[in-house]
């Protein structure tokens, strides 16, 4: 994610008409007891919580995700979205009863391998029982009906993420939470999986979503856009943007290119800037190894709740404001850069987030540094010279959950990978960035994980130059210039 300096298994959803969905009462069946123990084991319910230790209650335990599809129907008119959600999961411990996060939406009907199953709501938890236990191992789907009027969630630490109603359409997006506003998911990035997404709104308006485009088809008044993301996604990377947009397709080495501008936006800067994305992902390409996915794209939204962009996956989306003064193709590379590092190459905890912006920051240097506007020990002594003393108070690698986005995230975790790349001189940097990206393609990883590959490729021992630079509470002293 890159934020303005001058402001801050598969899911299947079937569109469904649910009349007054968003007002009436969440139906609350009577607890379930849990299952009888089968041929000697002994189900219970699945945490409400994954184990995160900055967000305890994201995600939950006992079942990994492979698979979403997700279809809705949304009218901005009404504010009203309805759809119906399938999940395609294994469950990883005997389950009597698992969770989903799902914030503010009500629940119709919920079966699971198709037999009708309990459901009941916790706060922003749908607790689902099922007719009989899920054995560890065994896959399973669940299906879940819902509808009503959806609405973003409130972080008083964080700021605002998810489904925004706007004045043509709705914007859902944000970080570190998001998606449990418009569907039922596992909301934690450790559980990716694959999506496949429809999203059927008014004839005339734009429905974008991550991945490869499927195509369209209108009835009766309406069109259905269809998405599919066969790479696996974490759950804050997912978006939809509903409105009026000017779109442009292509294709770039064989895979589609699909971006999109609001057209509350004169046409300029920000359809140059997309237009630039296939250029900038081809330079990262070269440093950073492959491009992981099977699309490219850009979303520019106008709406001044937004003054950041974030890496959604395939398909970045970014706020006007980024291109108030002109092209601006560092925050494009940015962004790109989070393909490789925060997407194809995902947390496994919040605490290490600096993997993921820390290496976006510097891919901004290097960018630059390949354009001839200024190289990357440019970049680092700017900042290094006029860092103030919060910045090195604050561990990039231990920043705390109301530091998650912080400017020791970011400018001290980019300042890090410069004082790694001098530590082992060019070659030896550019081979661990594409090892990084290679060996954790597709997962998740911690930066325990990224330090030892970093030993190992480069075959030096540097324990004291990480914990300098990503848990020490002093500024360490420059590295030398390259």
């Known amino acids: 994610m890159a934020r303005m300096r001058r402001g801050v298994g598969l899911v299947t959803v079937a569109a469904l008409g649910l009349a007054g969905c968003g007002s009436d009462p969440e139906p609350q069946p009577a607890p379930a007891t849990a299952p009888a123990p089968t041929a000697g084991r002994q189900f219970a319910p699945g945490a409400a919580g994954i184990g995160d230790a900055y967000f305890p209650s994201y995600g939950n335990g006992g079942y990994d995700v492979g698979r979403y599809t997700v279809k809705v129907r949304y009218d901005p008119a009404t504010d009203r979205l309805t759809g119906t959600a399938t999940v395609q999961a294994t469950a990883t411990a005997d389950l009597s009863a698992f969770h989903l996060d799902l914030a503010g939406l009500t629940v119709r009907k919920v079966t699971v391998d198709g037999a009708p199953a309990r459901h009941a709501r916790e706060a922003d938890e749908l607790v689902v029982t099922p007719a009989a236990g899920l054995t560890a191992g065994n896959g399973f789907t669940a299906e879940i009906s819902y509808g009503g009027k959806p609405e973003p969630l409130a972080n008083e630490v964080l700021g605002e993420g998810g489904w925004l109603h706007t004045t043509d359409g709705a914007i859902a997006l944000g970080q570190p939470e998001s998606a449990s506003t418009w569907f039922p998911v596992n909301d934690h990035p450790s559980d990716k999986a694959t999506y496949d997404v429809e999203i059927t709104v008014p004839k005339g308006l734009t429905a974008v979503s991550n991945g490869v485009p499927k195509g369209r088809s209108d009835a009766d008044g309406w069109t259905t856009w269809k998405w599919s993301e066969a790479a696996p996604m974490a759950s804050y990377l997912s978006t939809v943007v509903i409105g009026d947009y000017r779109v442009e397709t292509g294709e770039h080495k ?229």
């Open 254 to 482: 064989g895979r589609p290119v699909f971006s999109a501008v609001s057209t509350k936006l004169g046409k300029g800067a920000a359809d140059a800037s997309m237009a630039r994305t296939t250029e900038v992902a081809d330079y990262l390409e070269s440093v950073f190894g492959p491009y992981p996915f099977a699309a490219y794209g850009g979303v520019v939204v106008a709406d001044e709740r937004i003054r950041y962009a974030l890496e959604t996956q395939s398909r970045p989306v970014y706020g006007a404001g980024f291109f108030q003064g002109g092209e601006n193709t560092g925050v494009v590379a940015h962004e790109l850069a989070h393909q490789w590092f925060g997407n194809s190459v995902s947390l496994a905890k919040w605490q290490d987030i600096w993997l993921n912006e820390g290496l976006a920051t510097y891919a901004e240097w290097l960018w630059a540094e390949h354009r001839g506007t200024g190289t990357a020990q440019a970049a680092f002594d700017r900042r290094y010279a006029g860092s103030s003393s919060r910045l090195w108070q604050t561990p990039p690698a231990e920043p705390g959950r109301q530091n998650l986005f912080s400017e020791s995230v970011y400018q001290r975790g980019g300042m890090t990978v410069h004082a790694l790349r001098v530590a082992v001189g060019d070659p030896a940097f550019f081979k661990i960035l594409k090892a990084w990206a290679a060996e954790k393609r597709n997962g998740n990883a911690t930066t325990d994980e990224f330090v030892a590959v970093a030993e190992r490729v480069s075959g030096k021992q540097l324990d004291k130059l990480f914990a300098a630079w990503l848990h020490g509470t002093e500024r360490p002293p420059a590295p030398k210039r390259i």
